[in-house]
């Protein structure tokens, strides 16, 4: 029912829309009586009982371009079929001079007659609009309901984009990673300023399959005479080097290309530019040279009177321009689909921040909304749409923005400021030292807090006992509470470490203690909390918020999962023992942004930055947001980035060979075959074949090598270890197992059964033999159903059953008298004694001399 209101109300608005764009402005003034046409509309015709009807009242041209002149008073008459009269109304029409979707849910069974009544008006033109009415309109009522539009349902086969415009259902398929979140020493590379990395419209791989893998630079060990060690490898580990900070839009992975060695532009004169890649082949789409380094993308909704839809955008600054408090940047809108420059944004001050994407407001999702704190003190609010708005055009009546977005040229930052409000400077009289700065972000509040440190030291290590806190609306920019004090153990960390859902939860990183407080009203809720964990979590820690849980992980390798609302751990991950793999003796989850979060799983990333060693045996790991099991995980040393999750795809960037590795369900191949497709009744067939995999990195050079015959599909159970075989020159298992086939026929009888499953082996191959129980032509099908890394494929053979042949009667048997038995015996003697006498003769005649 919702698609079929939205359809409507999408079609009554282009009906609408239709009359402005013949408009032309009125350039002589003089008063008149005017007569204006009034029609009524009714939609669909027939109707169920019980559906909406959707009534629309529009005149056939807009009052004149003056600014706020609307048709007033206009009301609507609908006559049911036993005569009675309903009255809807009075309406004021919009800018086109309609009144669009109207809903009116019939009870009765029968015609409706309806019609629409103007009363008239004066207008500052000094003319007066003539009353009119609209000739009436009907519709029938029926017994049986009207269908609406359904869209195809979720997939259950490889897909790709573009994500076709009526499969309205896919639309949750398709999330994109905007890249507004930037984790420390990052130019980009997060969801958004929420700081969670959690990309909600979308799903996420349930195995360790990779899709593809590509190399950004040198990557691994170089070789001889450097020797082969942990401390060896091209460079990778360095987070005040850039390697990989992804966007993903429309399934496509943008990101910066850097040189081999790390580098700054100003210092290496410029950088190799942006490459475009597909998010499903990895295969390179378009690549720039530029210097620019891409800040974030957006795919905005637009929708106005004038027009309707989703543009999208790449943002990217170029150096900063001046220095000090007076510098500033240029921001520069690129077309996604081709690189290809668009506008600038001028004045964007260097104090801008990470962003947050709106998704609530229908007219305007996806725009992005930046909070950031002026030098003046106070708090603004940037609005995306409100800045690519053009100015007031002939078509927007009332002057105002415009209608529609064509940036172009140099539009100034400061356009889309929507608002700025002071930030409280005092508190009991004190000022507030140091001042409120922006400590969290959601799209409903803005955490402020000044926690100043009592030892100076590089950051608040050695914190005060108390620290002031204050919030503030994310859409208005009016105070909800505080400042308040906040009580602290002297000399602590305490952090706020994640903030969502209507909470904040900050930690104690001394004493590993977490607490809970309300995001709406400042109040505390929990805490402190301790959390399980080892000495080696007091070190550092990192946490997000989503599924109504706080995640908090840490350098001691343990994960915990805290109730948003109780304070209750759900859930603790233990890190197992990996012995003398590294100096840690467990594996410790790195904590700048190395998370992820999508459909139901947190993605984290086992390593350590900036200090040696690049241990082995690092891993990714997927852990079930609701219980804390471990859903997969998979050799890579990942914490260079958040690894971005888009259209059920994982890309994360492997320091221990500087790869772009994809994670996701990928497309596979099944065959079949029969050894001797005709057989004699009572025969059996061989059907053979294998199940491969048809990713797109399978087909590269180095695969394509190894694997000749292809890389087989193997079980879940085998997934991670078969993988690291593939792509990472790890040794084969000695486990694997493949999946499994259904083996169906068609017979000559035309019914369809199954006759039998097996499972391939290692290699991919299988086997399997059956005898067929009557004659005739088969269709063999082998069906693969896929599974949580591959999509499922289907083959089909077949063979034919030929009658067996006829077996050959035996001759009858004559059974004759004694007597003449005796006759036919006596002569066979004779026989034999006359061949005896003529061999004998034939012996001596040779014998003569």
């Known amino acids: 029912m919702n698609n079929k209101k939205s359809l409507t109300a999408l079609v009554l608005m282009i009906i609408l829309t239709i009359p402005l764009t013949m408009q032309l402005t009125q350039t002589t ?37 003056v600014a706020g002149q609307y048709y007033h008073g206009m009301t609507l008459n609908i006559v049911k079929p036993d005569g009675t009269n309903q009255t809807l109304g009075p309406y004021t029409a919009d800018t086109t001079g309609g009144v669009g979707g109207i809903q009116f849910v019939p009870t009765t069974l029968g015609n409706y007659t309806i019609q629409a009544f103007y009363p008239g008006q004066n207008i500052t033109t000094g003319d007066y609009l003539l009353p009119t009415m609209s000739a009436p ?41 905007w890249g507004l979140g930037k984790p420390s020493f990052t130019d980009t590379g997060g969801y958004d300023a929420q700081g969670n990395n959690f990309n909600p419209y979308t799903q996420a791989p349930n195995s360790a399959h990779i899709m593809w893998t590509k190399p950004t630079a040198f990557g691994g060990q170089p070789g001889l005479p450097i020797s082969g060690d942990q401390e060896s490898q091209y460079t990778s580990t360095s987070i005040l080097y850039r390697q990989f900070e992804p966007i993903i839009l429309n399934g496509i992975i943008y990101y910066k290309l850097y040189p081999n060695v790390p580098t700054t532009v100003t210092s290496a004169g410029g950088t ?39 543009q999208a955008f790449l943002v990217a600054a170029g150096p900063p321009v001046g220095s000090g408090t007076s510098a500033y940047n240029i921001w520069q809108l690129f077309d996604p689909m081709t690189g290809y420059f668009i506008a600038n944004i001028t004045s964007v001050p260097n104090t801008v921040a990470s962003g947050l994407v709106e998704t609530r407001d229908a007219n305007s999702q996806g725009a992005v909304y930046i909070h950031t704190i002026n030098s003046t003190g106070y708090l603004t609010m940037w609005n995306s749409t409100l800045c690519l708005q053009g100015p007031p055009s002939a078509f927007n009546i009332g002057g105002g923005y415009s209608s529609t977005i064509r940036p172009s040229g140099n539009i100034n930052y400061t356009r889309g400021l929507q608002w700025g409000v002071p930030v409280v400077t005092t508190l009991n009289g004190g000022t507030i030292n140091p001042a409120l700065s922006i400590s969290g972000r959601t799209n409903d509040v803005i955490l402020m807090r000044s926690y100043p440190p009592e030892v100076a030291t590089f950051a608040t290590e050695f914190g005060a006992d108390h620290a002031v806190e204050a919030a503030y609306s994310a859409t208005t920019g009016d105070l909800l509470w505080g400042p308040v004090n906040r009580t602290l153990p002297k000399y602590h960390e305490v952090s706020m470490l994640a903030i969502g859902d209507g909470y904040y939860v900050e930690h104690d990183k001394d004493t590993d203690e977490a607490y809970g407080y309300s995001l709406t009203t400042g109040q505390p809720l929990w805490g402190p909390v301790k959390l399980p964990g080892n000495s080696l979590s007091a070190l550092e820690r990192g946490g997000a918020i989503a599924y109504g849980n706080v995640y908090i992980w840490d350098f001691g390798g343990y994960v915990n999962a805290i109730n948003l609302r109780t304070g209750a751990i759900n859930w603790t991950y233990v890190p197992p023992s990996i012995g003398y793999s590294n100096p840690y003796g467990v594996n410790p989850i790195w904590h700048f942004g190395s ?80 050894q001797n497709n005709i057989l004699r009744q009572g025969e059996s067939v061989l059907i ?42 790890q040794v084969k298992p000695t486990n694997t197992t493949g999946v ?62 030929n009658p067996a042949p006829a077996t050959a009667s035996p001759a009858p048997q004559i059974v004759l008298p004694p007597t003449e038995m005796y006759i036919i015996g006596t002569g066979i003697a004779i026989i034999i004694a006359i061949a005896i006498v003529g061999a004998l003769m034939l012996l001596a005649v040779r014998k003569r001399p």
């Open 29 to 65: 003034v003089h008063a008149a009586n005017v007569p204006v046409y009034l029609k009524v509309y009714a939609s669909p015709n027939p109707v169920g009982l019980g559906q909406t009807e959707f009534l629309s009242l529009f005149f056939t041209k807009p009052i004149p371009n």
């Open 137 to 177: 309109d009907t519709f029938t009522v029926q017994t049986e309901p009207v269908s609406s539009y359904t869209s195809p349902p979720l997939p259950t086969e490889y897909w790709s984009r573009p994500i076709y415009a009526t499969n309205y259902a896919w639309a949750q398929l398709g999330g994109n990673w």
């Open 272 to 310: 190799p530019g942006w490459a475009a890649v597909d998010l499903r082949t990895g295969k390179t789409i378009w690549t720039k040279d530029t210097n620019d380094t891409l800040v974030f993308g957006m795919d905005m909704n637009f929708h106005t009177i004038q027009e309707y839809g989703t």
């Open 595 to 674: 998370h992820s979060i999508a459909d139901g799983k947190i993605f984290l990333s086992q390593g350590r930055m900036y200090d040696p060693p690049l241990f082995p045996g690092a891993n990714k790991l997927a852990i079930n947001c609701t219980d804390g099991s471990l859903v997969w995980s998979v050799l890579g040393y990942y914490g260079r980035e958040p690894s971005a999750i888009a259209d059920g795809y994982l890309v994360g960037w492997n320091s221990y060979d500087c790869q772009i590795y994809t994670f996701g369900k990928g497309p596979t191949d099944t065959t079949a075959t029969v």
């Open 688 to 729: 053979t074949g294998t199940v491969t995999d048809q990713s797109q990195g399978t087909q590269d050079s180095d695969r394509i090598a190894r694997f000749p015959q292809g890389v087989p599909a193997v079980s879940e159970a085998s997934m991670s270890s078969y993988m690291a075989f593939v792509y990472m020159q």
């Open 740 to 801: 499994p086939i259904t083996l169906s026929v068609i017979d000559s009888n035309g019914n369809m059964r199954q006759i039998g499953s097996t499972t391939t082996d290692a290699n991919g191959f299988y086997s399997f033999e059956w005898t067929p129980d009557i004659t005739g032509k088969y269709t063999v099908y082998a069906s693969f159903d896929g599974s949580e890394s591959y999509w499922p494929s289907l083959a089909e053979t077949a063979f034919a059953v």
